[in-house]
Nanobody, 124 residues
Framework: QVQLVESGGGLVQAGGSLRLSCAVS????????MGWFRQAPGKEREFVAA????????SYADSVKGRFTISRANAKNTVYLQMSSLKPEDTAVYYC?????????????????WGQGTQVTVSS
């Protein structure tokens, strides 16, 4: 079993920055592709960013490209999401996920394990 715990969410003004972290335990972290998704009230969960098992490949949703950066530290079993130039429309619960894809995975169905989520609120 794999456990994922997100942290780093909070309230920030528009234009500000936050860094989310996701600590992974239970299996060999380096075997998993990792991703970040978000879900705003009344909306479906959507893809934000993904990174391959070795960190060599990344993918971003168009809405966050150029503002968010995903990275991972396999020695620390942790994946990060650096968020800059935040907008009110970035307000959502952010979830990290782990999957066995050998590439970057952008679909919810490609992920096997999910964290409990962390709230990000961007005020205007």
């Amino acid at each position: 079993q794999v456990q994922l715990v997100e942290s780093g969410g909070g309230l920030v003004q528009a234009g500000g920055s936050l860094r989310l972290s996701c600590a992974v335990s239970g299996r060999t972290f380096g075997n998993y592709a990792m991703g970040w998704f978000r879900q705003a009230p009344g909306k479906e969960r959507e893809f934000v960013a993904a990174i391959s098992w070795d960190g060599g490949r990344t993918s971003y949703a168009d809405s966050v490209k150029g503002r968010f950066t995903i990275s991972r530290a396999n020695a620390k079993n942790t994946v990060y999401l650096q968020m800059s130039s935040l907008k009110p429309e970035d307000t959502a619960v952010y979830y990290c996920a782990a999957g066995s894809s050998s590439w970057v995975a952008v679909k919810l169905t490609e992920y096997d394990y999910w964290g409990q989520g962390t709230q990000v609120t961007v005020s205007s």
